[in-house]
């Protein structure tokens, strides 16, 4: 094995593995709590029985693949698992994308020896086995990876450091990190979704032209089974985009009207109240991370629904495009707020909090 596809083999290898341990999840989280609590012995000992799960684990995948190469129709129908699997990670990650969700942050067995909340923690990660499976079939079939020794050697310390970087950053970065993350989950998940995707393709691609030059009719059939795979492909992708439906309306949280600027100050005129105007967009990430953790907050709905007139205006609809005349906006979301005499009181951009939503509910003039 050449130097060059040592090296080739390591950042393949070292890649995937940074870049699959860089989500928000319990691993990286649990190293970050330990090292925001002063802990870093214990992060240290949590990430390293983490690493040693997941490289005993990606050494018994290689033992699997390897006996199932072995078994060529096994391994066939394994392999097309395996690409059903990662296009199905694919279409949900980019579901997620779409819909911009959110990271949820759990942290489990927090008060157990850090080594062995490491040791349970990585063993109970489901995706551990057919993830490091999946992806050694898919380096196999590229000639990345080999059957040599030295090879598999590179492969697992390659896992190995690409996984423990990023725990290290999280252990550096700690709390910035991980809300920096949050604030770009969108972003996080399109990346993981599309590389997915490509793979989950290429995949797909390399079955389809193997079973075509096994068959040996290369020109109809194979244009027939592309052309189902990708009507397959687009209409699942076309299935998760489905229109995001703003969740600006809740049982305990603020209820907004739909109405242009002037009819919301007419409005807050004649009920001698002050105005709330939340300008979002519906292809704003922030604006969603807003509307699911924040505005449906009870406290708030407590302190502007009875007190002020709230108005949630897209600043991409006709009286968006009004408000923006009037008042530029600058990022997305802003919010305006405004007296009840309709004079201008404040203006927010961004990610705003609750505390200083209640903030300015109480400094507004009635």
């Not at 993981?192 to 797909?204: E, K, S």
């Not at 795979?229 to 995001?244: D, E, R, W």
């Amino acid at each position: 094995m050449s130097a060059s596809k040592q090296l080739k083999l390591f950042w393949a290898a070292f890649s995937i593995s940074f870049v699959g341990a860089l989500p928000i999840g319990t691993l990286n989280t649990s190293v970050a709590n330990f090292a925001l609590n002063g802990n870093f012995s214990g992060a240290a000992w949590f990430a390293l029985a983490a690493i040693l799960v997941e490289v005993v684990i990606v050494r018994v995948a290689l033992v699997i693949v390897d006996r199932l190469i072995r078994l060529k129709k096994l391994f066939k129908i394994l392999s097309i698992a395996f690409c059903v699997v990662i296009l199905m990670l694919a279409y949900k990650t980019l579901e997620a994308a779409f819909h911009m969700r959110n990271f949820q942050d759990v942290l489990p067995f927090v008060g157990m020896n850090p080594f062995y909340s490491g040791l349970l923690l990585s063993l109970l990660n489901p995706l551990h086995l057919p993830f490091w499976m999946g992806w050694t079939a898919v380096l196999k079939s590229r000639k990345l990876l080999n059957n040599s020794p030295r090879a598999y050697n590179i492969f697992i310390t390659a896992i190995g450091t690409g996984t423990l970087l990023s725990f290290i950053i999280y252990g550096i970065a700690g709390n910035y990190l991980m809300n920096a993350l949050k604030a770009q989950h969108n972003l996080i998940n399109w990346i993981l979704g599309l590389t997915l995707l490509i793979t989950g393709l290429v995949q797909a691609f390399k079955l389809i032209a193997a079973q075509i030059q096994l068959n040996k009719k290369p020109m109809k059939k194979s244009a027939q089974i592309l052309l189902l795979f990708l009507a397959i492909t687009v209409a699942a992708l076309t299935s998760c985009t489905q229109k995001f439906k703003p969740r600006l309306n809740s049982q305990q949280g603020i209820n907004f009207k739909t109405t242009s600027l002037a009819d919301a100050q007419a409005l807050a005129k004649a009920e001698n109240k002050p105005l709330f105007v939340f300008a979002h967009a519906s292809w704003c990430p922030t604006c969603k991370q807003m509307e699911q953790e924040i505005l449906i907050k009870k406290e708030l709905g407590d302190a502007f629904n009875t007190n002020v007139v709230n108005v949630a205006i897209d600043i991409d609809s006709k009286d968006g495009k009004k408000l923006q005349e009037q008042y530029p906006i600058r990022a997305t979301p802003t919010l305006f707020f405004f007296n009840a005499d309709g004079s201008p009181a404040k203006k927010l951009e961004g990610f705003t909090t609750i505390d200083a939503l209640l903030a300015e509910a109480g400094e507004l003039k009635r």
